[in-house]
């Protein structure tokens, strides 16, 4: 069926290492894609967005990368500090019929960063 | 501006009762969502709308309803508690979504326990 995946469940980095985190799609026809952060106790928070007609996006501290050919995203993590410590979404946009789109998540990374 | 506001924060239920879960936007964001978040699971979509007075079914809709009278409120419906539904249930709202791409919002979430 189509889902949106993860490769690890769990991620183990040193402060100030990059992190990469890495998500696998099997739905062609989604076109964007959004990665989430979600603490403890707390309700998922947006990260950074992209769309399929792009490679890469980048934020603050934060990259994303699109490879449409083998349906993989991943979200890249610069100098990554204690507070990046949290669980982290893959989610995809999908088309659900008529007008409408429904967002679907993947079921998530654990990172945790190690002083 | 609150953002996205779920009550009650904790509940403990019995089997068989039942009870509502609220959730409210200050957005004037056209579509909402219930999820639940189990562990190892992820986020499933139970139901969403997109827009007052519409409701449709998502991945786990048995065993909960959904009303969506006024545009800022989503309501979560359990009739009959069941163990099987203690998890974690997150409302998130976003803007309409016909083409353009737009991330979800979410609120704290709502740590229900059924015994």
């Known amino acids: 069926g189509e889902s949106v995946g993860l490769h690890l469940p769990t991620l183990s980095v040193q402060e100030g290492d990059n992190s990469i985190i890495n998500c696998a799609y099997s739905?062609?026809?989604?076109?964007?894609f959004i990665w989430y952060k979600q603490e403890s106790g707390k309700g998922p928070q947006f990260i950074i967005d992209i769309r399929s007609n792009m490679d890469k996006r980048q934020g603050q501290r934060v990259t994303v990368l699109l490879n449409k050919t083998v349906k993989h995203l991943s979200l890249q993590i610069a100098a990554t500090q204690p507070g990046d410590s949290a669980v982290y979404f893959c989610?995809?946009?999908?088309?659900?019929?008529?007008?409408?789109?429904?967002?679907?998540f993947g079921k998530g990374t654990l990172l945790t960063v190690n002083p | 501006n609150a953002g996205v506001t779920q009550t009650p924060k904790f509940r403990v239920l019995k089997t068989g009762q039942s009870m509502t879960l609220l959730c409210a936007q200050d957005?004037?964001?056209?579509?909402m969502y219930w999820y639940r978040q189990d562990p190892g699971m992820g986020l499933r979509l139970i139901h969403y709308s997109v827009g007052e007075g519409t409701t449709a079914k998502g991945e786990v809709p048995d065993g909960y309803n959904v009303s969506r009278l006024k545009k800022q409120n989503f309501l979560l419906g359990l009739e009959s508690a069941a163990p099987s539904q203690t998890s974690v249930y997150f409302c998130?709202?976003?803007?309409?979504?016909?083409?353009?791409?737009?991330?979800?919002?979410f609120g704290q979430g709502t740590r229900l326990t059924v015994v």
């Open positions: 739905n062609s026809a989604s076109d964007y």
């Open positions: 989610a995809e946009n999908r088309y659900s019929g008529g007008s409408n789109y429904k967002l679907t």
């Open positions: 998130a709202s976003s803007r309409r979504q016909t083409g353009n791409y737009t991330e979800a919002f």
């Open positions: 957005m004037n964001h056209e579509y």
